[in-house]
């Protein structure tokens, strides 16, 4: 491990540094103010850095192989090239799943282990991209990761088709790998498919039902389904390919569904008051979209007067002049401390889970670097 | 193989039934005269009523797996239920491709290897019917099996949300199946993915062209890939569980290709001058909706006068008092004689690579009596 964990020696042993990302979560922390202290954040950077450097070519050649309608939407969903096919140097994203699924197999089967993984970190990443071309095309979001999205610029139906191929160029990535693990990688990524399926039609359903309508227990199960469920699964993947045990297995997917979870309330709350200035959204943005983001939801169903208050705001149309009122709103009925003590809960029990199957924690630093990084959101 | 070839007696071995079908494919048949005399069809029917047995439990038991949210949606296209949930006893189909793949196993490796091919034809239907979501959506056809197609009664996102999970179970299936086959038939069916992706682009991109600006290269491509790549990958899945080789494989994708390209430029020729009763499609339903099929394009790109006239005529919006016209321009052109002639042509190379795997005739009489099933469309 100690081959990718660049930073560990600066720590004594046996003081992760989990606490610090507890503490960071339950200080409220004003809009504008970037969370990466000089400590933190480098570890995980550098863990995604060489994630992208391992999985990139297995991802191109995949990606390559496919006929050139769907590669060029590929090409350009994952930032490689412009809309007419000149080269692009835009980011194919941070990599955070691929990242999961070696950091994973790294710390139960160690550098080997590692390397044996990369073919199923690509395959991860792939999902992931198969189910953004898809979603962007059913939310008509215009927008991902600062360019226009896949289906303004070739349609529907060639986004449609460019996700279909990214989900089987994913499995046959899998189906083609001779390591014993690969058929219950494959196996367990088409059920977090389908899973993530499902994800998307309980957010677009509840998108449409009134402010009032969604109860907490609904966006959570939502937002394990859509956000938690491929975090955990990468990290599964990983301690299959370390050939790993079913309860190590089971842990690890707890792990990263439990951080992809307070990944979600996090980011939920920079889309209310605003976060780091590189994430890009401005604040107040999932409000002004009338989203029912976790926070939103738990102020709503709080029983307090706020709740009523806030219920009302959100039936009107967005002005801009409510904004800071709405805001204030989610804050005193309670959304805010919720989403913060969620988040700080979950990552707790991700901790614990990852102790269980990983309790030595210079093994398991790389996964909690990038647990830390996700929910931190410092870049 | 006997167990499934309940005719196969009637005739002396080494007199297959392929004659008749090049026979019956070179004789015009005029509209509305049923294709199905008392000696043919019954063969074919019995192996497709066995192979839906076969097949039916594992197919619900994929279907049923899922999340209530698209289980709705796919029962209803597979016909088992209506829009409102209830019962429905319409059909999933003909269970073709499942069963070509279990023809293909019983040729190759008799009964057991027959039996252990059940999952692998439930993937194969799984997938078919994945690509029928996706394609109707793109296509904003309304109608699929006698009844508004899904996304009208669900929506474009349940649509699409239930295809992408049909796709997932389908290698699910695959990846679960402890079959020394499996993982080769996996990377099969998702390179088979990407084909039809592929076709289903160059369909849709061609529609958007000028009824000239096509090429006859073009358009039997396309066809090749939206319906021979699946029928090919049916019979190959068939032939890996039966633990066949290289050579015998390709040669049984040849076979299933060969015949998925007969039956689509008979399926074409129906489309123009109407077939059977029963195929539902009424004489000129192509030609009213302007389709560049593959008689219409080889009528267009044959460089006589009734071509020039045919394409001054696609060029109009369609009006029913010029249907007799143009329908009589695609055969004055040789359309109809060019989509028999090949169509024969096809079903004469699907024999000969049928005949390089399967050398014994009564071995091949399931899959010889499914593919002139298929190309006669006599039920």
Chains 1, 2 share one sequence.
């Not at 189906?175 to 957010?203: F, N, Y």
């Amino acid at each position: 491990m100690a081959e990718f964990l660049t930073e560990t020696k600066r720590r004594p042993r046996g003081a992760p540094r989990i606490p610090g990302v507890l503490e960071t979560l339950q200080r409220p922390r004003p809009a504008g103010e970037g969370g990466s202290g000089p400590a933190d954040g480098h570890e995980a950077v550098a863990i995604l850095d060489r994630a992208r450097v391992s999985v990139d070519p297995e991802l191109r050649a995949a990606v390559e192989s496919l006929p050139a309608s769907m590669r060029r939407v590929a090409r350009y969903h994952f930032g490689w090239e412009q809309a007419d096919g000149t080269p692009a140097a835009g980011s194919a994203g941070k990599a955070i799943r691929p990242a999961l699924v070696l950091a994973a197999a790294a710390a139960l089967g160690g550098p080997r282990a590692r390397s044996a993984a990369v073919r199923a970190a690509a395959a991860v990443e792939l999902v992931h991209n198969f189910t953004l071309l898809h979603d962007d095309v059913m939310d008509r979001d215009t927008s991902r990761r600062h360019r226009p999205t896949a289906w303004t610029v070739f349609g529907d139906a060639d986004a449609i088709l460019a996700g279909d191929a990214l989900q089987a160029l994913a499995l046959r990535l899998l189906a083609e790998d001779p390591h014993p693990a690969s058929g219950a990688a494959a196996a367990r990524l088409a059920d977090c498919v389908v899973e993530l399926c499902a994800g998307q039609h309980a957010d677009t359903a509840m998108e449409k039902r009134g402010p009032t309508e969604v109860t907490l227990d609904e966006v959570l199960a939502m937002a394990e389904a859509k956000t938690g469920a491929l975090l955990g699964c990468a990290c599964a993947l990983g301690a299959l390919y370390a050939g790993a045990g079913e309860d190590d297995v089971a842990a690890l997917d707890a792990f990263g569904r439990q951080a992809g979870l307070a990944f979600q309330l996090i980011d939920d709350v920079i889309g209310i008051w605003g976060g780091p200035s590189r994430t890009g959204k401005p604040a107040g943005a999932d409000l002004a979209a009338r989203k029912k983001s976790l926070p939103v939801v738990a102020a709503l169903t709080s029983g307090t007067p706020a709740a009523a208050e806030l219920a009302e705001l959100y039936a009107l149309p967005y002005e801009e002049e409510g904004l800071e009122h709405t805001m204030l709103a989610v804050e005193r009925a309670g959304g805010r401390d919720w989403a913060q003590d969620q988040a700080a809960d979950r990552m707790g029990r991700a901790v614990h889970q990852l102790a269980r199957a990983v309790p030595d924690p210079e093994s398991a630093d790389g996964l909690l670097a990038l647990a830390e990084f996700v929910t931190r959101r410092s870049t």
